[in-house]
């Protein structure tokens, strides 16, 4: 004989303890994917970073022309600290010539003069800023890193050699990576680091 008074089902409070459990899934999910995505972000700028040093190297290293004339202070990579882009630039002008100079009067300082030097300005992706130029306990307010053929090494900031770091900070969350100039050959390189190792708040 069938109880009349029971009925299959759940109750109200089955269903929105169901739904409770479901919504702190969902929301565990989530958060794991941001992170997963902050994290890419920057491994994403920094082999950028990377790439792009490469080719300011080789535009320098097989003499490129850029506006029908190659530069004489050859190619670089221009980076402002707490910046979300840099330039990569072609050394035309000397700092005296304040960019009103000819292009072709044969003077260069392997340094970013002005926006007539710009061969491209690249964007880091989002979220991703430049957190610390220099590897002393302080951060340089610029960085040019340049080179001209023949020589492989690089030179900072107007000086031949050397060896240099960009911290590269996730605004939003204690992730940094770190990309290292070495002076031999002007290599490249790029790895995690934590950001209070770096100096980076």
Not at 74 to 86: C, D, M, R, W
Not at 106 to 124: P, R, T, V
Not at 186 to 200: F, L, N
């Amino acid at each position: 004989m069938r109880n009349k008074g029971l009925k299959n089902g759940f109750t109200l409070i089955e269903i929105l303890i169901s739904l409770g459990i479901f919504a702190l899934l969902l929301g565990i999910i989530v958060n794991g994917f941001m992170s997963t995505k902050k994290i890419e972000n920057i491994k994403q700028g920094a082999l950028e970073l990377v790439t792009n040093i490469q080719k300011a190297q080789n535009l320098a290293l097989t003499g490129i022309s850029h506006n029908n004339a190659v530069p004489v202070g050859g190619y670089g990579v221009h980076l402002n600290n707490l910046a979300s882009q840099y330039n990569i630039f072609a050394d035309f002008y000397s700092s005296d010539a304040n960019c009103n100079a000819s292009q072709l009067d044969g003077k260069s300082d392997e340094k970013y003069n002005c926006a007539k030097e710009d061969y491209a300005i690249i964007n880091l992706p989002a979220g991703v800023s430049i957190c610390k130029i220099g590897s002393g306990a302080s951060s340089a307010p610029s960085l040019d890193l340049a080179f001209k053929a023949p020589e492989y090494r690089p030179y900072i900031n107007g000086l031949l050699g050397g060896t240099t770091q960009i911290i590269l900070k996730m605004n939003d969350a204690n992730v940094c990576r770190k990309v290292t100039v070495q002076d031999i050959a002007g290599r490249a390189s790029e790895q995690v680091i934590k950001c209070t190792d770096a100096g980076c708040p």
